[in-house]
C-alpha cells in the first residue's frame, strides 16, 4: 500500500462551543476512492469542510496530515493551491460571472499563473466534451438557474480543469436524478483516467452510486466519529439493517 494523501489523526473539531467530529482517524491512500457515509447530521459536511480549512469550524485536538505535512492551520487558499478541491454547491449564483471566468480564475491560482482564454476555451470544450455537456455552458452565468443536474456537471467540469490531488465530493444536500449520479461517477473515472493519482473522498448516502464508482473503502460516520471501515459489504449490511447496528 502506498503511503497515505492524507490523514486525520484524533481529529476533534468544533463549532463554536459544540464539538461534532470526537476524534475522527481516517487515511487515504494515493490513488485510492473512499466513501463516507453517515446518518444526516453526523459530521460528513463538517468533516469535508475542515479539510478544506473552512473558517466557520476549529479543529480543537488532533491534526490534519496532506502529503506528509501538517496543514491544520494552513488557509483554505493554500490548501487549493496544493491540490485540495471540494466540490460543494455554491449557494448563491455569482451574477454577472460566466462559468468560463469563474473557471478561467480558478486554474489560474491553481497553476500560479495566468491561463489564457484560448487555453481554458480549449480544455473547457474537451472536458464538456467527454462529459456530455451542451458547449453553450460555458457561456452561462455560474448557477445562474442551473438545475441540480446542471450544477453537478459544473463541479465535475471543476474537478476537472483544476486537477485536484485529493477531491472531496459532498453530494448529500441534492436530491440527484439517476442521470446526474451518472455523471458524477462517469466525470469521476474520467478524471481518474486522465489522472490515475487522484484520491477521492467520496460523502454520499447512495448505494447505487457506489456501485458505479466501485470505491477502495468505506468507512461509517456516526456522532463524529468513524464506527466502521471496510468494502463494498458494509454498504450491504447497511441497506439490510441501516445505520443501528453500528450505534452504541
Ligand atoms: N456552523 C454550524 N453551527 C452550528 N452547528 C453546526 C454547524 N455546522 C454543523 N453543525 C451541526 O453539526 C452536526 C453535523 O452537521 P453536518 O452538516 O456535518 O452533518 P452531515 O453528516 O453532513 O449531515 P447530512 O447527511 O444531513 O448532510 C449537526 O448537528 C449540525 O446541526
Ligand atoms: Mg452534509
Known sequence: MSSPLFELRNLHVATEDTEI?????????????????????SGKTTLASILM???EYRVTKGSIFYKGEDITEW?????????????FQYPESISGVSVIQFLRQAVSARRQSDVSAIEIRFDM????????????????????????GEK???EI????????????LDETDSGLDIDALRVVSKGIREVRSANPKL?????THYQRFLDEVAPDQVHILID????ASGGMEIVEELEVSGYERWKN
Open 53 to 55: 480549512g473552512h473558517p
Open 157 to 168: 467540469l471543476q474537478m476537472a480543469l483544476l486537477n485536484p490531488d485529493l477531491a472531496i
Open 152 to 154: 453537478k456537471r459544473n
Open 75 to 87: 488557509s483554505t487558499d493554500t490548501r487549493a493551491k496544493a491540490g485540495i478541491f471540494l466540490a
Open 224 to 227: 463524529g466519529k468513524i464506527r
Open 199 to 203: 484520491s477521492a473522498l467520496l460523502i
Open 125 to 148: 470544450a474537451d472536458w464538456m466534451e467527454r462529459l456530455g455537456m451542451d458547449p453553450s455552458f460555458a457561456e452561462r452565468h455560474l448557477n445562474e438557474g442551473f438545475s441540480g
Open 21 to 41: 467530529l470526537h476524534g475522527v482517524d481516517l487515511s487515504l491512500p494515493e490513488g485510492e476512492i473512499h466513501a463516507l457515509m453517515g446518518p444526516n447530521g
